[in-house]
């Protein structure tokens, strides 16, 4: 089984500031990775799809570099409504298995 | 536009099933995996499984082989995830959630959730 391990655990900035988390896998998923964002109370919403795929509607200072097995989510400049927890996701294509990373909590400092 | 929307918030006892639905709008039904994904209060996103709408194959993660049952009704364009033998540890918000592509690494959209209450 394939793990996804998300770094650092806790990311404080401020607004404006750049943010760069990063997922690293057990082995190879090759471009096989998506990003989401969830909000307190809220469904995760997908920002990143197929590593580097920006989803419908996600704004351009979001975004998803890397292959095989280190990933990095970048948000070019905080803001307010950026603050949330972030999770990578992996798929495996045998047996077909999906695996999340245990998430990075982006925190206003 | 493209939309999952579930069923209410359940309470059950343990040792009891819960089956939560999840009723697609917005695309043709059959087109994409449905896929299970639980998060209890406080932690992370957990994958139960997938289907396929159009031939009903299905595949579970691990941890819940033998417990967890996904169904579909394709006339009502409607998944069904059936979790038995409950227990507290099982209390979560379960989310159906759609494969953004036929071969897309991703989930989009997102239904809104279902709480699970597993208590006596």
């Known amino acids: 089984e394939i793990v996804l391990t998300q770094s650092p655990a806790t990311l404080s900035l401020s607004p404006g500031e750049r943010a760069t988390l990063s997922c690293r896998a057990s082995q190879s998923v090759s471009s096989s990775l998506a990003w989401y964002q969830q909000k307190a109370g809220q469904a995760p919403r997908l920002l990143i799809y197929?590593?580097?795929t920006r989803a419908t509607g996600i704004p351009a200072r979001f975004s998803g570099s890397g292959s095989g097995t280190d990933f990095t989510l970048t948000i070019s400049s905080l803001e307010p409504e950026d603050f949330a927890v972030y999770y990578c996701?992996?798929?495996?294509?045998?047996?077909?298995?999906?695996?999340f990373g245990q998430g990075t909590k982006v925190e206003i400092k | 536009q493209v939309q999952l929307v579930q069923s209410g918030a359940e309470v059950k006892k343990p040792g009891a099933s819960v089956k939560v639905s999840c009723k697609a709008s917005g695309y043709i039904f059959t087109t994409y995996d449905i896929n299970w994904v639980r998060q209890a209060t406080g932690q992370g996103l957990e994958w139960m499984g997938w289907?396929?709408?159009?031939?009903?194959?299905?595949?579970?993660g691990q941890k819940f082989q033998g417990r967890v049952t996904f169904t579909r009704n394709t006339s009502i364009s409607t998944a069904y995830m059936e979790l038995s033998s409950l227990r507290s540890e099982d209390t979560a918000v379960y989310y159906c959630?759609?494969?953004?592509?036929?071969f897309g690494v991703g989930f989009d959209p997102w239904g809104q959730g279902t709480l699970v209450t597993v208590s006596s």
């Open positions: 996701q992996q798929r495996s294509n045998w047996p077909p298995t999906w695996t």
């Open positions: 197929d590593a580097s």
């Open positions: 289907m396929n709408p159009n031939s009903g194959n299905t595949g579970y």
């Open positions: 959630a759609r494969r953004i592509t036929i």
